[in-house]
């Protein structure tokens, strides 16, 4: 995943990403996205390879973005907390347009 810019606008709703019944709901702050994944912040470590569901939407104009994606990193410890990266391995294509324009969006 390349670096982008922390998202402070307020232009996305919480993020939620599902794994087997664990579900994790996280504001906007907690999460950088990218084109082709996000980094979040996780208080347990998430094994790598681990498959999760994400749900994305803005606000703005309710673009969805639902997709699965893959654990690439998690880095950290108990007292600090880990640093998760996602890679998306299936978004759809209308998924995959929302994700571009709201990665876009964010970077204006």
């Keep these: 995943m390349s670096t982008s810019k ?9 993020v939620t990403v599902r794994n087997h019944g664990t579900v994790l709901k996280l504001a906007p702050h907690q999460v950088l996205i990218r084109r082709n994944g996000v980094a979040f ?13 994400l749900e994305l939407e803005t606000p703005v104009d309710s673009r969805k973005v639902k997709g699965t994606g893959v654990v690439v990193d998690c880095t950290g410890n108990k007292h600090c907390g880990y640093v998760v990266s996602l890679l998306f391995i299936d978004l759809s294509r209308q998924s995959q347009e929302n994700l571009s324009r709201i990665v876009g969006a964010a970077a204006r």
Excluded: K, N, Q, R
């Design 6 to 14: 922390v998202d402070h606008s307020g232009a996305f709703e919480p």
């Design 41 to 53: 912040m996780s208080a347990d470590p998430i094994p790598l390879w681990t498959e999760l569901t």
